[in-house]
């Protein structure tokens, strides 16, 4: 019972995530989680197009979509706005909605394909051998335990356990102390927009959960308190007011707390048998809300190359998970943290360039384009090789078919091959516009694009079959 193929250790939504992909694949996965039952708190409240892309993929949007409601665009500071409408995507928006609809949906998900999750269980340590890895902890009732696995996934957020295990720093820096966050009924309530404004000393956050209900976060340079004490409701109030000019006819407080924000990352995201996904290999600044987000993509290119190799692929696909997913999470710690920087400009000079600057690129429809696709996760593309085709590392999903989405194509199968326009064969998808054909990775990224007629397309097959021989689905061979 207490050997799996993997050990995910924190049943966030990195760790659901991973084990969902695993247990779907047929792997044995199981989760160790600290905590007796889910969080029932909204930590993140925005999920991001290429998010729910992923999730659509494995027919898990619709579950949240039902659940949250669609911010169109941000309204940012001096009056601008950056419309998400222009997204190449079926999900143009944010998606607002608690972190607590998607961790549930994201564990429902892992336990339907049989991921164990066994929760009150505090992972203590590690070792790594030849073959396998120990992990140690206690279990539910206190008693010491051991579980093996071939690999284990460090999911344990922030303070990563996993990460100490294996010797890896978190080199960064301390960000903010003290952020304000409260979930706040508004009788005056602004625009459908996730609002973003600040003042000299503060700065302040509105986001719509769609039922009266906003999510308002916050900072004054001035407040001192630790992140240990309650949030002091007429202070927040009075600091959105600085920021945004308005408190939005402020009714009712339902929850709120405090939280600290630092910029760090890991330097690998694989140390041997064990990787690092989400909060425990990255944070960064709130502003953006990327966190949850780049953690269910770190997730989904972990799981199925993990899956491949369980299955007999060649070990060296493993470490594309760190040369793919490390450069997504330092762009994050760069966008991130320049917003917030940004926005908390002091000098009237700086602000007065910044406004202007923001309101020329703005104008630019390109660059809208551009800085939309970074903050929704769509221009996400990963680094091909000398020789490859140009599309190889883009995302597939924008790809038309004649019959479906490649999206919902990814839902019965792990690979799969797609035919050009006018290709012969009548047991792969073909696609409606004159692109050409693609084999695409479970994770919705292209592998391989060129002619179906030529002996590549064997050769191609060949190729991935040997190297991700069990993920390759009936529909690919
Ligand atoms: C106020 C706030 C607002 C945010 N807003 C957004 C947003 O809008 N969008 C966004 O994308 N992100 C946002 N984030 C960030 C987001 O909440 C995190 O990035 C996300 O939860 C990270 O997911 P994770 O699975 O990596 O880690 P976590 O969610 O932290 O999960 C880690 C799990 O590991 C468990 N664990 C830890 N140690 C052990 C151990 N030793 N043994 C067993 N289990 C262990 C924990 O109990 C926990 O369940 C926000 C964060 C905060 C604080």
């Given at each position: 019972m207490n050997q799996s193929d993997v050990l995910v250790v924190g049943a966030g939504p990195a760790g659901c995530m991973v084990a969902g992909e695993l247990a779907r694949a047929g792997r044995s996965v199981t989760v160790l989680e600290k905590h007796a039952a889910p969080s029932p708190l909204s930590r993140a409240f925005g999920v991001h197009a290429r998010t729910l892309e992923i999730l659509d993929s494995r027919g898990m949007a619709d579950a949240l979509l039902a659940n949250g409601t669609r911010a169109r665009g941000l309204k940012l500071w001096n009056g601008l706005e950056l419309d998400l409408g222009v997204l190449p995507s079926s999900f143009p928006f944010l998606l607002v909605t608690p972190q607590s609809n998607v961790d549930r949906v994201l564990e429902s998900n892992a336990r339907e394909h049989g991921a164990r999750i066994l929760r009150g269980v505090t992972v203590r340590g590690l070792v790594q051998r030849g073959d396998g890895v120990t992990v140690h902890g206690r279990d539910a009732e206190g008693r010491e335990q051991q579980w093996t696995a071939r690999y284990v996934v460090g999911a344990d957020g922030v303070h990563s356990t996993v990460r100490t295990a294996i010797g890896l720093d978190f080199p960064g820096k301390e960000l903010l102390r003290s952020i304000m966050l409260a979930d706040v009924r508004l009788t005056d309530p602004p625009n459908g927009l996730i609002n973003v404004d600040a003042g000299t000393d503060c700065f302040a956050f509105v986001a719509p959960f769609g039922d009266g209900w906003f999510r308002v976060i916050a900072w004054d340079r001035t407040d001192g308190a630790a992140e240990s004490e309650p949030v002091d409701e007429s202070r927040l109030r009075a600091v959105l007011r600085r920021a945004v000019g308005t408190d939005y006819g402020w009714s009712e407080v339902r929850w709120s707390s405090r939280f600290a924000c630092d910029e760090r990352q890991v330097s690998r995201y694989r140390e041997g048998r064990v990787f690092l996904v989400g909060d425990a290999a990255h944070v960064h600044s709130p502003a953006g809300g990327q966190g949850m987000n780049t953690g269910i993509q770190d997730a989904m290119n972990l799981g199925w190359k993990l899956a491949a190799v369980l299955g007999g692929a060649d070990q060296k696909i493993l470490d594309t998970y760190h040369d793919e997913r490390h450069p997504v999470g330092k762009l994050v710690l760069r966008s991130s943290g320049a917003t917030i920087r940004m926005l908390l400009l002091r000098s009237v000079v700086a602000r007065t360039l910044r406004n202007i600057v923001s309101a020329r690129v703005l104008r630019r429809q390109r660059a809208v384009g551009r800085i939309a696709g970074m903050f929704s996760g769509v221009s996400i593309s990963y680094a091909r090789r000398r020789g490859?085709?140009?599309?190889?590392?883009?995302?597939?999903?924008q790809i038309p078919l004649i019959d479906g989405t490649v999206t919902t194509a990814l839902r019965d199968t792990a690979f799969l091959m797609i035919g050009e326009?006018?290709?012969?064969?009548?047991?792969i998808p073909r696609r409606a516009d004159h692109g050409p054909a693609v084999l695409v990775r479970p994770d919705g990224y292209i592998a391989w694009a060129g002619r179906s007629d030529s002996n590549r397309w064997q050769a191609v097959r060949d190729r991935w079959t040997a190297e991700c021989s069990a993920s390759i689905s009936p529909a690919a061979t």
């Open positions: 490859e085709h140009p599309l190889v590392g883009r995302r597939a999903v326009n006018d290709c012969s064969r009548t047991d």
